[in-house]
Each structure stands twice: as structure tokens, then as C-alpha cells.
């Protein structure tokens, strides 16, 4: 039962933002739950204002109140951290009604929109105007510009285009006080000091509330081709993405690697996508190659490629889309892995990166340990190789209380696959972020100065603490 304070919050928020859009009744699992349906919490309300100036009110009217605020997107972050904790006392502030495209700039090549636009809608005006906005996730049809930026989110397109940071060129922000920031500029060259632009990318509503983001346009290529290739080893993968950088260059725009059980799942959960090539391999790798010049030239190079790594011994078999069709059947295949794992059971869920060079060798022996420690063990290997991410997850043995699996397993698993991570010298967060999932595990593997000096942070710009507590730093 929210108390007097909270009750006079409550008609404060609704003279700001009207009755219809301060939700404290009927059923509020789509901002309550996470993606994955592993944790629940209860809001004091959800409000969902419409512009720049009622998320700064509902800020200071929070910060008067010493209520916090959790941001929310589209809510299909995958580590806990935009959505409410258990208390019943903290502010959901959804940015899906601030959803315009507020300007396309051909001129400086530059889309501006705001914080709850869907990234397919991004997409979508960038193509309109006859250019490609490059940031592309299997959430995309339903994560918000806003959310990626606070999660400076990754995706398939990152080792040519860079990750959500990249892309961006200027932000408008309301701080933890309700002022907003407003550094929309799209300049490329701006030297005038600190880049609060960069450290408000992937703080992930813990510094300001992102209201509205000016981000990079580029050139649309004349052509992409797809590939799906089989690979007798994660070496060979290695391999292969060391050729395919060689010989397409800055065409290379995706290199996605997925083991069979990964793709076993996909096949047993949508068949009627009928992955290729999958039984009879450890690894299959998807490529693409992007062009300006013509589909021949793509071709040509994609073939040479491949012929390349067949008598190199790094692929074993290989097909190329022959339409457009069939190329986004074998994206559709790669993006079906997180939705049939979920499918499948519950499931632990790493997002872990390493120097490529690494990669065969943190495989080996992190599916030695885990092999050794939990017999029977299923594991779910798939990922942004190009980029040294894997999405290295991990499924309970078949037929076994997945509940009981997760309780008895979940804290050691992590601890197997993090120490593992560390002594290959990668990040146990590639691109999802840090959320609650990961706040405590965060001081084993950070640099100790690194994480003092984002405390400081933290606490400089919202003393208060109430933008998102209890999200990526304590
Ligand atoms: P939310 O889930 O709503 O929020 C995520 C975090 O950002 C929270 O901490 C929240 O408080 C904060 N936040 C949200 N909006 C704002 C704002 N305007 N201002 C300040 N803080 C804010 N991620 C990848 O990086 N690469 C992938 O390939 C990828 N693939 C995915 C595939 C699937 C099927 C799914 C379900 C998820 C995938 N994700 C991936 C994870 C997720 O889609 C990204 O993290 C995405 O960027 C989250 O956007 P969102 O709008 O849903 O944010
Ligand atoms: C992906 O690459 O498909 C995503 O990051 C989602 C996931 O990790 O499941
Ligand atoms: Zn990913």
C-alpha cells in the first residue's frame, strides 16, 4: 500500500502527464517482467509521458519525493535492468510514446529521433530517405533507440559499422536533477571537453534519461550477399574470419558463428526454417558480404573466398543465398537461437568476449570444465565472432528439473565461465550491459580503479541515487 508521500507523487505525476498515463492498475507484466521471464517486479506506477520537457517534470517531482526511477524501452534488455525491483515503490518511466523521427538529414547524413522510436522504424525512415542505418538485432522489432544507446547494444553489424555508441553523434538528455541536457548538434568534430555523450552511452539509465538521440547515417550498399558455411572446428572459424577480412575487406558486414546444439534447438523448435548444413558439423558460420559495386562482383569475391578456404581445410561445405529470400531465411535462422533456447527451458545466459585469437582455446576449455563439473550439460555456443562475443549459454541436461538445475547451478556456472573469461583476458559483459544480473559480479573482474572511478561518477551526477539503483554500480 503505497504511503502518503508516494499518494501525493501519485496525483502530482497525473496533473503533469493526465490520468491515462500514470498506470498503477490491471496487468503491467509488459514493463513488470524481463525478456526472459526470470524476474518479476512491482512498480509504484508505470508513466509514460510524451515529451522533453514531462520527463524532466516527472524527474523533479520524483527527486522531490525521493521516489527512483527505472527508464524502460522496449524492455527486451537481457541482463534485469529496465524494470522495477520487488519494493512497489520505484517509478516506471517508458519512453515508447516519445517515438518520433524528428528529422533526416541528408545533407549532414544524420537521423535524429527520439528515445522510444523502435529500431526497425529507424531502419525504416534511414531507407526511406535512400540510406542505411546499420545497428541490426534480433530485438529489433521491438527495442527502442534509447534502450540500444543505454546499452551501447552490439548486434550483427558491429565489426564494419561499430556498436550503438558508434553510430551516434549527439544526444539530449534529462539529468538526474530534471535539467535537459541538450547536445543534439550532429557535429563529428567536437573537442570542447568531457565526452558526456560517451559516458551517458551504455550507463544504462543510471546517469540521465535519454530523451532523444542524433545518430549516423551511411551509404546503402549496392548489394549483400549471404553465405552459410560448415567449419570442422572453432579454429577453423578463426580461420576463416582471418580470410574473409582479407579478401572483402570493408564488405565484410557480418560473421556470426553458431554451434549444433544452438542450431539443433532452431531446428527442433521451427522446423520449417530447415537450417542447413547443421548435423553434420561442430560449427556452422553465417557471412555477408556487402558491395558497391554489383552482385556479380559480390559473388565473385564471396566465391573466390570460399574456394580459398576449402582447400585451406577451414570449411567443409558452403552455400550462398541465391535470393534475398533465402539470405534472410539464414538471418532468421541465427536470430531464432535466443527465442528457441527460450523454447527449450530456462536456461543461463552469458554474453562474453575475448581477443578472437583466444576464442578456440576459451572454448576448449570452458566446455572441458563445465563438461567434467555437470555431466550432461547442454551447451548453447553462438555469436558475434567477428566482434571475439559469444553468447557462450548454457542449458540444464535433458529431462532434469530445470528449477532445481538453475538453483543448485546457476552462481557456480557463472563463476566457471567469468574466471574462465578473466584468464583469457576478455569482459564478462560484450554487449548486453551490466543490469542487476551482473552488479555483484562486476567487482571480480573490473579493474578496482576503473570501478572507484564510476562510483564517483555515479554518485557526482545523481547524489540522490535514484536513476535506476541498484544497476551497474552499488
Ligand atoms: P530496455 O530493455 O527497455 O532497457 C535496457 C536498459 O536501458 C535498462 O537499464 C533501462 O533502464 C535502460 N534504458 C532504456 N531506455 C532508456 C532511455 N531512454 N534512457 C536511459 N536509459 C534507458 N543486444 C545486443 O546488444 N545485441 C544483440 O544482438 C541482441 N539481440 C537480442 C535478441 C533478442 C531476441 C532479445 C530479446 C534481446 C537482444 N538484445 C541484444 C538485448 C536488447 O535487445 C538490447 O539490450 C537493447 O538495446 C535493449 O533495448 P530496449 O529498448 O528494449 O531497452
Ligand atoms: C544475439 O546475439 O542473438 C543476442 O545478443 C541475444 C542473445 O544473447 O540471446
Ligand atoms: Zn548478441
Redo the contacts with the bound molecule.
Keep these: 500500500m503505497p504511503n502518503a508521500a508516494s499518494l501525493d507523487l501519485l496525483t502530482h505525476l497525473r496533473e503533469l502527464l493526465g490520468e491515462a498515463h500514470v498506470l498503477t492498475e490491471g496487468d503491467l507484466s509488459a514493463y513488470e517482467q524481463d525478456?526472459r521471464k526470470r524476474t518479476r517486479g512491482k512498480a509504484l506506477a508505470v508513466v509514460r509521458p510524451s515529451k522533453t520537457q514531462e520527463v524532466a517534470e516527472v524527474v523533479k517531482a520524483c527527486a522531490k519525493a525521493g521516489v527512483s526511477i527505472?527508464?524502460?524501452?522496449?524492455?527486451?534488455?537481457?541482463v534485469v535492468?529496465?524494470i522495477p525491483d520487488d519494493t512497489g515503490t520505484q517509478v516506471l518511466l517508458s519512453?515508447q510514446r516519445m517515438n518520433a523521427v524528428r528529422a533526416v538529414d541528408t545533407d549532414n547524413l544524420t537521423l535524429t529521433v527520439e528515445?522510444g522510436c523502435v529500431l526497425q522504424n529507424l531502419q525504416q525512415a534511414a531507407e526511406q530517405a535512400g540510406f542505411l542505418f546499420p545497428l541490426s538485432?534480433?530485438?529489433e522489432g521491438s527495442?527502442?533507440i534509447?534502450?540500444?544507446l543505454?546499452?551501447n547494444?552490439?548486434?550483427?553489424q558491429v565489426l564494419r559499422y561499430g556498436n550503438a555508441r558508434e553510430l551516434c553523434l549527439g544526444l539530449e538528455v534529462v539529468t538526474a536533477q530534471g535539467e535537459v541536457m541538450h547536445s543534439l548538434s550532429g557535429l563529428r568534430k567536437d573537442n570542447t571537453g568531457y565526452d558526456l555523450r560517451n559516458l551517458m552511452i551504455g550507463s544504462?539509465?543510471t546517469l540521465g534519461?535519454?530523451t532523444a538521440a542524433t545518430m549516423k547515417l551511411y551509404p546503402m550498399p549496392a548489394v549483400s550477399l549471404t553465405a552459410w558455411a560448415a567449419v570442422p572446428s572453432v579454429a577453423c572459424a578463426v580461420k576463416l574470419l582471418g580470410l574473409a577480412h582479407q579478401h572483402l575487406g570493408a564488405g565484410l558486414t557480418g560473421f556470426e558463428m553458431m554451434g549444433q546444439f544452438a542450431l539443433h534447438l532452431v531446428d527442433k523448435h521451427y522446423p520449417h526454417l530447415r537450417v542447413p548444413l547443421w548435423q553434420d558439423t561442430p560449427y556452422c558460420v553465417l557471412l555477408e558480404n556487402s558491395d558497391s559495386e554489383s552482385e556479380a562482383h559480390a559473388r565473385e569475391r564471396f566465391e573466390h573466398l570460399l574456394g580459398l578456404a576449402f582447400e585451406d581445410g577451414c570449411v567443409s561445405d558452403a552455400v550462398v543465398a541465391e535470393s534475398l529470400s533465402q539470405a534472410r531465411n539464414l538471418w532468421h535462422i541465427r536470430e531464432s537461437i535466443?527465442?528457441a533456447q527460450a523454447e527449450e527451458g530456462l536456461n543461463i545466459k552469458h554474453d562474453i568476449s575475448v581477443p578472437i585469437s583466444s576464442i578456440p582455446n576459451f572454448v576448449e576449455a570452458t566446455d572441458a570444465l563445465l563438461m567434467r563439473e555437470i555431466p550432461g550439460i547442454r551447451l548453447v555456443n553462438f555469436g558475434h565472432l567477428g566482434d571475439g562475443n559469444l553468447h557462450y549459454n548454457v542449458q540444464a541436461p535433458e529431462h532434469c528439473d530445470t528449477k532445481a538445475f538453475l538453483r543448485d547451478n546457476e552462481d557456480r556456472v557463472n563463476t566457471w565461465v567469468y574466471q574462465s573469461v578473466k584468464r583469457f583476458g576478455g569482459s564478462i559483459s560484450a554487449?548486453?550491459?551490466v543490469?542487476s544480473m551482473k552488479v555483484d559480479s562486476l567487482p571480480d573482474y573490473k579493474d578496482p580503479v576503473a570501478l572507484a572511478l564510476m562510483q564517483h561518477i555515479k554518485r557526482a551526477l545523481d547524489p540522490q541515487g535514484l536513476l535506476?539503483p541498484g544497476?551497474v554500480v552499488r
Excluded: D, F, M, S
Excluded at 547494444?153 to 550483427?156: H, M, P
Design positions: 525478456w527505472v527508464p524502460q524501452g522496449g524492455n527486451t534488455g537481457l535492468g529496465g519512453l528515445a538485432l534480433g530485438a527495442c527502442t534509447g534502450g540500444n543505454a546499452t547494444a552490439g548486434g550483427t544504462e539509465g534519461i535519454i535466443t527465442l554487449e548486453h550491459g543490469g535506476n544497476r
